[in-house]
């Protein structure tokens, strides 16, 4: 190595390491003999990892304050995965330790980066996990998970990451523990939720190690104390007081008291940020498809539609054809729809030639029937739908569909009059960007 400060972490490491009958490790060479190379890789990543990732100070205080406890808890899950796997070979050891702890590099590299989208995000009052991963996603057009899986493809981090990101419960039992230390020492860092979906957790774990959990839990605490040693030695002691020790029934009877006295974000306060973000959004961009984007997502984060879709005018205002879909979570739906608007009748070409909204919770209604065509029945299938203009300055260029695709659901009425005020704002900065 030709890091000395790697070096002499490094050797730190390795003699904190225990092994039977090993005098103290003076040399790089004599460290690798002893460990292995894998080990040793790992400890230069890990290290390489601590060093870098605590080097940014300068983040704003909630974006450390994230990055810090996020570090903590990829390390235990790292330590908890390998010690998952006893019986293991070292090798395998080692790539399941790598993988554990790389199993949220996308989200670290993030709030490593820091910027206005991380302290938005940090400072963002969460009322649980689904609602701050519903959040990033809406503000950042992606999730963490998919920025990971994306990084670990693109620089070959591990078969055993990308396996662990897709369906891991499902995978073999190598896989899975990368997915249960991960979520363990989550539930661990803060424990919200369900009691017994962690004692459940814990009883999976004991399971493919074939221990009791009793025996399990004496593990955890060992490896807890490893982690913090091996912390020391990696000179990242700011990490070791955010590892805790197991939750009690107190512990997650007080998180979750917490959680449950904030007050959750009305729909009309969640309607009122996508006006915000629509309005802002013309300080800094002229791109149509942006704003078609960002109204999507918000309309998926603050209604219950199951699918929202542009349909773009097409081939000389002919026919529309989806441009943009997302399903209820405001991620990308793969669907494709075309739809003839000259050679017939129908409700979608009525929308656009009258500059009138419709909403159809039931299209075998009579006044529908004869505006039905083949292609829209297709696509509305047995649930609710509604098409609202999207139009700039004044001249249509297509229609928002929104979704209900449960058979017999029919959306709201005030939903919809909700919904077509906010395409109206669209409608609005669409025309004033076009033409400023």
């Avoid at 006893?86 to 554990?100: D, G, I, T, W």
């Avoid at 206005?116 to 998970?145: I, W």
């Avoid at 070959?156 to 396996?163: A, C, P, Q, R, T």
Wanted: glycine residues 4%; proline residues 2%; contains cysteine.
């Amino acid at each position: 190595l030709h890091d000395q400060g790697l070096s002499t972490c490094l050797l730190k490491v390795a003699n904190n390491t225990q092994h039977f009958s090993i005098n103290k490790v003076t040399t790089v060479s004599r460290a690798t003999v002893v460990l292995g190379i894998q080990t040793v890789k790992n400890i230069c990543l890990t290290a390489k990892l601590v060093s870098s990732l605590l080097a940014a100070k300068s983040l704003d205080i909630n974006v450390y304050e994230k990055l810090t406890q996020l570090m903590a808890n990829s390390f235990y899950a790292g330590m908890l995965a390998k010690m998952m796997v006893p019986n293991y070979s070292e090798e395998v050891q080692e790539e399941v330790y790598l993988a554990a702890m790389l199993y949220r590099i996308g989200e670290s590299t993030f709030w490593s980066a820091g910027g206005d989208v991380a302290k938005n995000l940090a400072n963002h009052q969460a009322t649980s996990t689904e609602d701050f991963n519903q959040y990033c996603q809406q503000e950042m057009g992606t999730s963490f998970n998919e920025l990971t899986k994306g990084l670990a493809m693109t620089w070959n981090l591990s078969d055993l990451l990308i396996k662990a990101l897709d369906q891991p419960a499902t995978r073999t039992d190598e896989v899975k523990v990368i997915y249960f230390a991960d979520k363990l020492s989550a539930i661990i860092a803060k424990p919200a939720g369900s009691e017994e979906d962690y004692r459940r957790l814990l009883a999976d774990i004991a399971q493919i190690m074939d221990i009791s959990v009793r025996q399990l839990t004496v593990r955890i605490d060992h490896t807890r104390e490893q982690a913090g040693k091996l912390l020391s030695s990696y000179g990242a002691d700011i990490l070791i007081e955010r590892i805790n020790s197991l939750p009690t029934s107190k512990d997650f009877e007080a998180c979750n008291d917490v959680t449950s006295s904030a007050e959750p974000a009305s729909k009309e306060q969640a309607l009122l940020a996508g006006f915000i973000k629509l309005t802002k959004l013309m300080q800094s961009s002229k791109d149509f498809n942006e704003y078609l984007q960002s109204a999507l997502q918000s309309i998926a984060f603050t209604f219950a539609f199951e699918r929202s879709s542009f349909l773009m005018l097409v081939d000389e205002r002919a026919g529309v054809k989806s441009r943009l879909v997302v399903n209820q979570n405001a991620e990308d739906d793969a669907i494709s729809i075309n739809i003839d608007i000259k050679h017939s009748d129908n409700v979608i070409a009525r929308v656009i030639n009258t500059d009138t909204a419709a909403l159809i919770n039931d299209h075998q209604e009579a006044r529908w029937r004869e505006l039905i065509t083949e292609e829209i029945n297709a696509v509305i299938a047995d649930g609710a739908i509604a098409f609202v203009p999207v139009k700039i300055g004044g001249k249509a260029i297509g229609v928002i569909c929104l979704q209900l695709l449960t058979p017999k659901q029919k959306i709201a009425t005030q939903d919809f009059q909700q919904v077509c005020a906010f395409i109206d704002h669209l409608n609005m900065c669409l025309t004033m960007i076009k033409y400023s």
